[in-house]
């Protein structure tokens, strides 16, 4: 499979397995030409978040607001009291977070980082977001709780949000999706999902997407295995019908 010099490469939800995201890139190899985004949720579930933040930050990586950036930032910011929503977040592998950061504390320049994380990213053929988009607001009504979090709206859409451009989301692991199986890319109206299920047990396949060359990157956190394939391989069509009937039982 021959690639281009310089390649655009999309990395999905890798929620704190630093050593997963390792193994990926060394599958990857990026050269210094090389664009490399990621889709939000670097953090919680997972054992390193904290060397997942750093090492992202240091490399200048282009990075979006995941649901689990805004939730850390809703709750230590002091943006969300409610005792119940802090729960919620340590549950959902936020106590996986904290404890990652050896001082039991998360440092000031790595909330500032969040603070300063976009919401979309537009590449052109490309629309990048960590959830989806509300199908009925235009792009700048789009509130940052509907990117961060939208799923069945987004994924039942019967045609695509933008009709020159792929939208690709992570943030709703793809074997949830009908007929899709665990490690496997979801494909639907005009978008693509990536988030593989790096931390479940039914997966641990993290991915990057290479959106240049159409070519699919994944490392496995769990077994260790890595694997190239192309788009086509990696690729389940769900069909809208599916997704709607599912929002309506």
């Not at 889709?39 to 060397?51: C, E, F, K, M, V």
């Not at 200048?60 to 230590?76: R, T």
């Amino acid at each position: 499979m021959s690639e281009t010099s310089q390649r655009q490469i999309v990395i999905g939800d890798v929620h704190g397995h630093y050593e997963g995201l390792m193994l990926l890139l060394e599958k990857i190899a990026p050269r210094s030409e090389d664009q490399i985004y990621f889709l939000g949720d670097l953090i919680d579930r997972g054992p390193q978040s904290a060397q997942v933040v750093e090492f992202v930050r240091q490399n200048d990586y282009l990075c979006l607001l995941g649901n689990h950036e805004q939730m850390l930032l809703n709750i230590l910011t002091g943006r969300d009291k409610a005792s119940a929503n802090m729960q919620a977040w340590l549950y959902s592998g936020g106590q996986a977070t904290v404890a990652s950061y050896q001082s039991a504390m998360i440092p000031q320049k790595h909330l500032d980082w969040f603070e300063s994380l976009p919401t979309y990213l537009d590449l052109g053929g490309f629309w990048l977001t960590h959830a989806g988009v509300n199908p009925n607001k235009t792009v700048q009504e789009q509130t940052a709780d509907q990117l961060c979090w939208i799923r069945e709206e987004f994924h039942s859409i019967s045609k695509p949000y933008f009709p020159d451009k792929w939208i690709i989301v992570g943030h709703t692991i793809t074997f949830t999706l009908p007929g899709v199986p665990p490690g496997n890319l979801a494909q639907g109206q005009g978008w693509i999902d990536i988030d593989t299920g790096a931390y479940h047990p039914r997966s641990g396949w993290l991915t990057g997407l290479d959106i240049t060359n159409k070519l699919v990157y994944q490392a496995n956190v769990f077994s260790r295995g890595v694997r190239t394939l192309a788009w086509e391989e990696a690729m389940t069509v769900v069909q809208p019908d599916d997704l709607s009937s599912r929002r309506h039982k």
